[in-house]
């Protein structure tokens, strides 16, 4: 999994390797609509990047979608990108479909 900063927002782009993953994620969890899916697939990639999920309360946004977010020495965020379709698509059925997926910077 590949995360590239871009002027409005992150991208995230995988691999054959993590689609065989998700692929795993999806027969685990009877589809990648779910928020135990998300974290399934993403857990081993967040665990070794300066990449988090972060609540909408830290940022005070006003949204559902789920939120990725980097945070300063003193727990501050100080990036945050939303996946802001997540009322009509997952953002893992897009990754499953597209190998890539956009997160809109806040």
Do not use: C, H
């Not at 998300?38 to 081993?44: G, R």
């Not at 830290?58 to 727990?75: C, F, K, Q, W, Y």
């Amino acid at each position: 999994m590949e995360f590239i900063r871009e002027e409005k927002g992150l991208k995230i782009t995988i691999d054959e390797t993590d689609k065989k993953f998700l692929q795993e994620v999806k027969e685990d969890n009877d589809g990648l609509e779910t928020e135990k899916a998300e974290d399934d697939f993403f857990e081993p990639f967040l665990a070794n990047s300066e990449f988090e999920w972060v609540s909408p309360e830290d940022i005070m946004a006003l949204t559902g979608a789920p939120i990725l977010g980097v945070r300063d020495e003193n727990d501050k965020v100080v990036e945050a990108y939303g996946y802001m379709d997540y009322a009509v698509s997952s953002m893992l059925e897009i990754l499953d479909i597209y190998g890539e997926v956009f997160l809109q910077k806040g």
